[in-house]
């Protein structure tokens, strides 16, 4: 069975959240590592359009977005330059487990990805992909890393102070896996779907 993109929306349990309508294409950026460049390869190979697909970010955890004008920051003003500043950005929280994250971090993320974006734009926070059938995976994350990311993540999306969204868990199944943490080719399409399913 495939993994699905769960929505949810801090405080109301239970409650959905349903696909977004409208948005132009390539209206929605994104910062993460490998992880995020993993769902935008599998949001473009299934068609998606109003996300950027994967601009090169593999290996860019938390700490290479803390500063505004880092090196990943730089890529991504080159994809704004290209499309336009966004008007939603996705902020994957991704860690190596030897450098771990602070809610800090999380926080400057944020503050960030508004610099860097168009005036008033949505923000999204999600966590790394989790894996549901074998959660100690993703060696470069650690046992725990996975989950930690998830757990900051809603806990921003509950910060009323940051005005951010958590839509959902992006989940890979151990077949979904290609080294024991990033996606395969069907675990790519999978992510992508999940993507698909919020940004449309």
């Known amino acids: 069975m495939k993994p699905t993109f769960i929505p949810f929306v801090a405080g109301i349990a239970g ?8 948005g132009g294409d390539y209206t929605v ?8 460049e993993n769902v935008a390869q599998g949001y473009v190979a299934n068609g998606g359009k109003r996300m950027w697909g994967p601009y090169g970010t593999g290996g860019q955890v938390v700490q290479s977005w803390t500063s505004t004008n880092s090196a990943a ?26 450098q ?8 400057k993320l944020i503050s960030n990805a508004r610099e860097h974006a168009a ?9 790394q992909p989790v894996y549901p059938d074998n959660p100690s995976s993703c060696f470069l994350a650690g046992a725990t890393g996975p989950q930690l990311t998830v757990d ?4 921003a999306a ?16 151990r077949n979904e896996v290609a080294d024991g943490c990033h996606a395969n080719t069907a675990g790519q399409s999978s992510l992508g779907k999940q993507a698909i399913a919020f940004w449309g």
Not at 29 to 36: K, T
Not at 158 to 173: H, Q
């Open 15 to 22: 409650a959905a959240v349903m696909p977004r309508q409208g």
């Open 29 to 36: 950026g994104f910062i993460g590592c490998s992880m995020a």
């Open 100 to 107: 771990g994250v602070t809610y800090d971090e999380v926080k």
């Open 119 to 127: 005036p008033g734009a949505k923000i999204y926070i999600t966590g």
């Open 158 to 173: 509950a910060d009323t102070t940051l005005n951010v969204t958590y839509p959902g868990e992006f989940k890979l199944l």
């Open 73 to 98: 920051w730089g890529q991504f003003d080159k994809q704004a330059a290209k499309y336009g500043k966004p008007t939603e950005v996705w902020v994957q929280i991704c860690i190596f487990s030897f």
């Open 152 to 155: 900051l993540a809603k806990r």
